[in-house]
């Protein structure tokens, strides 16, 4: 019975943690660097403070992107953008503060006008926001400038004669407000008139607008009767030039014509027009087709999506070409590969490996060579050790995570499991293969260190088969490893071929 | 006398230097015997499953009871430093970032060492005083792939599975304080853990789980398969496996943050 529970309760967990491991997953952020309609930009701020690597980028409040890093230049600070939205030349882009503890982001208007910003393009126009520096330091010279005046106060107030200065002030206040006052009461009777006048001048300029509206329309009806007769005038003019046959009224009979022609070879010009378009109305011929039939368009339109996304795919392959040799010591032989590397993401590669190879088993073929002088027969009995090369395939799968790479795939015609792992800004590499796993034998792991001196160009030494003594070797080599656009160029263009 | 002292000195410090050479090397070479036997046939389904249970199943209540308590813990203390700043919101994802990130593998691989690791070096140590491995050799049977392959295989993918659970279990307490007792805004809190926590941080702690789970059994193998002295040395055995353990799982701990996070 316990055996029988155990593999449930053992599968019981397994799929609850991976259940778990699956919704979390899917609950906390969506790594915005693993879309791949991503633009991506930078801008040059003078100041980063508050800002961080994976702060948000937001246009009215929804996040639109993040920091993705942020570098010096020059005495600038260079922060790149990863985005979910193309930008175009006018976008704009200004540092806020999201709290009172210094926390910022970004807040970007992406821009109406002008061309799209390229990928890695620059974010041109930055705007600042007010730093509690930058606030800090207003307040302080505004504090200076209070005080400045209120110095001055004191100094006219705070003196020997300052009460009476301000005595003064005050009952001077007083007289002119007495006299505006007095003013204001003598003037009264005038002030009414003016009232009045300006009363009787408004009544005037109402019944004037009256008259000139009904007047108005009166002018109307004249222009309407004069645009009649200049209707009727037309008509007298134009009987008068059909039957008139000489001087100028014959060069207006020839244009009368010309426009007629005109207007015929206009009419056939629309009749065409109008049979086409009742043939794409009716499904007739490829545009018709194409027009009133959905599945085809459909179809079209799938295909051209489908086409973008191949050659986006395609364009962004990376290929690289590499080709080595290594020395074995104890074998005293050498191998040589020719490598390709397919590069659809930079921590993701395929390699196709072509290895010629002296091969490890040798055989030992025994030779009778049998001679006759002078009637004596002797026979010489030899044993020859052959070594032939072969002709090998690697095909792999590698997924590089942060500075160790995994490998997966068939190595030198075997099944192979392999870990790189990577320093010094990847010039130093440390290459494990394990592959031939065979029964009676221990797999056999293949180490191998390559450091580049140059950029294409690099020296590896390694050990060979280690697990197994009896055929353990050492050896050394290089190569030569780049990319190669010109490759990326010929298969994004060649022609496929149909059968 | 006194140059006998000396040398005698001189002898013990030589002696434990050699001691723990010899040690270090023999523990190499178990790790790499291990690690050999582990793609190579016959493959003993049954065995793999039954630890599987020990370690997986049997720890799944104190990682569980662990989570929960953790996750609540650091959101009350999280939330009474965050409220000096009037800033509580970000409690959920300091909580969620330190689970997914350190506390979740290191805590379940400290509770795991404690429970499965002891248990395991107890029970190889009580095979080898009773001479039960010794039995396997002469049946042909190499008791690395019989016994220790199969507890090595459990820790590296049960205790990945249990952090997982530890992770989930304890966002459930740090919610349940932090959102239920303390008030913070659901909805802020829920934001805040979706912004700042991403899928690499979980994965890149998992992959820590593994290397724990690994470290855990295979010390508790070695400190058991190596155990000599009787019933007092198989309890010697089991208290050196939990401590070698933790603290490996701290060191070990110290470095994969280096090269992960830094």
């Not at chain 2, 140590?125 to 008791?143: H, K």
Request: glycine share 8%; charged share 20%; proline share 3%.
């Amino acid at each position: 019975m316990n055996a029988l529970f155990t593999p449930f309760k053992v599968g019981l967990l397994m799929i609850a943690a991976s259940s778990s491991l699956v919704w979390m997953s899917t609950q906390v952020r969506e790594g915005i660097s693993e879309r791949e309609d991503l633009t991506s930009a930078f801008a040059l701020f003078n100041d980063v403070g508050g800002l961080a690597v994976r702060s948000k980028v937001v246009i009215a409040g929804i996040t639109v992107g993040q920091i993705d890093r942020i570098e010096l230049a020059g005495d600038q600070a260079k922060v790149w953008l990863t985005l979910t939205l193309p930008l175009r030349a006018d976008a704009r882009i200004a540092k806020r503060q999201a709290s009172l503890l210094g926390e910022s982001f970004l807040q970007l208007t992406p821009g109406y006008q002008g061309p799209p910003i390229p990928q890695g393009g620059e974010i041109k126009r930055v705007d600042y926001d007010a730093s509690p520096s930058d606030l800090m330091e207003e307040v302080r010279g505004i504090m200076v400038n209070v005080n400045e005046i209120t110095l001055s106060l004191k100094n006219v107030l705070a003196g020997e004669n300052g009460e009476q200065r301000l005595v003064g002030i005050l009952e001077n206040i007083n007289r002119v407000v007495e006299q505006m006052s007095q003013a204001l009461s003598g003037n009264s009777p005038k002030l009414d008139r003016v009232v009045d006048n300006v009363i009787a001048v408004t009544d005037e300029a109402r019944r004037f607008t009256v008259d000139f509206r009904r007047k108005a329309d009166l002018i109307l009806a004249d222009a309407q009767r004069v645009s009649e007769n200049a209707r009727l005038i037309s008509a007298d003019v134009r009987a008068i030039v059909s039957q008139d046959g000489a001087g100028g009224g014959a060069s207006v009979q020839g244009a009368m014509a010309r426009l007629q022609d005109s207007m015929r070879r206009l009419d056939d010009t629309l009749e065409h027009t109008r049979s086409i378009a009742q043939k794409v109305d009716e499904g007739q011929g490829s545009l018709g087709q194409l027009v009133n039939n959905d599945r085809l368009a459909r179809s079209v339109g799938n295909f051209v999506d489908e086409s973008s996304r191949f050659i986006s795919r395609l364009t962004r392959l990376q290929f690289q070409v590499g080709m080595s040799s290594e020395y074995y010591m104890s074998q005293a032989v050498a191998k040589s590969y020719f490598e390709l590397r397919m590069m659809p993401k930079p921590d993701k590669y395929y390699v196709l490996q072509l290895v010629d190879s002296p091969s490890r088993k040798t055989s030992v073929v025994e030779r009778l060579t049998t001679t006759t002088r002078g009637g004596v027969s002797s026979a010489v009995r030899e044993q020859v050790q052959t070594t032939e090369d072969s002709f090998l395939v690697s095909l792999q799968f590698a997924k590089r995570f942060h500075f160790l790479t995994g490998r997966v795939g068939l190595l030198e015609n075997s099944g192979a499991l392999g870990l790189d792992v990577t320093a010094l800004g990847d010039r130093l590499q440390v290459v494990t293969d394990l592959f031939e796993f065979e029964a009676d034998r221990n797999p056999r792991l293949r180490a191998r260190a390559t450091y580049a001196f140059f950029a294409h160009l690099y020296v590896a030494a390694g050990i060979d088969d280690v697990l197994n003594r009896s055929s353990m070797d050492y050896f050394v080599g290089g190569g030569l490893r780049f990319n190669d656009d010109d490759l990326q160029a010929i298969l994004a263009t060649a022609p496929i071929p149909s059968f | 006398m006194v140059l006998e002292k000396i040398r005698s000195g001189v002898e013990g410090v030589g002696a434990l230097t050699i001691k723990g050479v010899e040690s270090v090397g023999r523990a190499s070479l178990f790790l790499l015997e291990t690690l050999l036997w582990v793609p190579r046939p016959p493959y003993r389904l049954r065995v793999l499953l039954s630890a599987l249970e020990f370690v997986g199943v049997g720890s799944l209540f104190i990682v569980i009871l662990t989570g929960f308590f953790t996750g609540a813990v650091f959101a009350l203390q999280g939330a009474t430093a965050f409220k000096l700043f009037n800033a509580e919101s970000l409690v959920g994802s300091t909580v969620a970032l330190s689970l997914a990130r350190e506390l979740a593998p290191v805590l379940t691989g400290l509770m795991v060492s404690g429970r499965a690791g002891s248990g395991i070096a107890t029970e190889l140590g009580t095979m080898r005083v009773t001479e039960q491995i010794d039995a396997l050799y002469t049946m042909a049977v190499n008791p690395i792939q019989y016994l220790v392959v199969p507890r090595f295989l459990a820790g590296v993918i049960m205790v990945p599975l249990l952090t997982s659970l530890f992770n989930l279990v304890g966002m459930v307490g740090c919610y349940a304080v932090g959102v239920r007792l303390l008030h913070i805004d659901e909805g802020v809190f829920l934001e805040k853990v979706r912004w700042f926590v991403e899928p690499a941080d979980i994965y890149n702690g998992l992959l820590k789980a593994c290397v724990f789970g690994g470290i855990l059994t295979l010390v508790g193998c070695y400190k058991g398969f190596y155990a000599t002295g009787g019933a007092r040395g198989v309890g010697l055995a089991t208290t050196e496996a939990v401590v070698v353990s933790s603290v490996l799982i701290l060191t070990a701990d110290y470095i994969l943050t280096a090269l992960m996070f830094t």
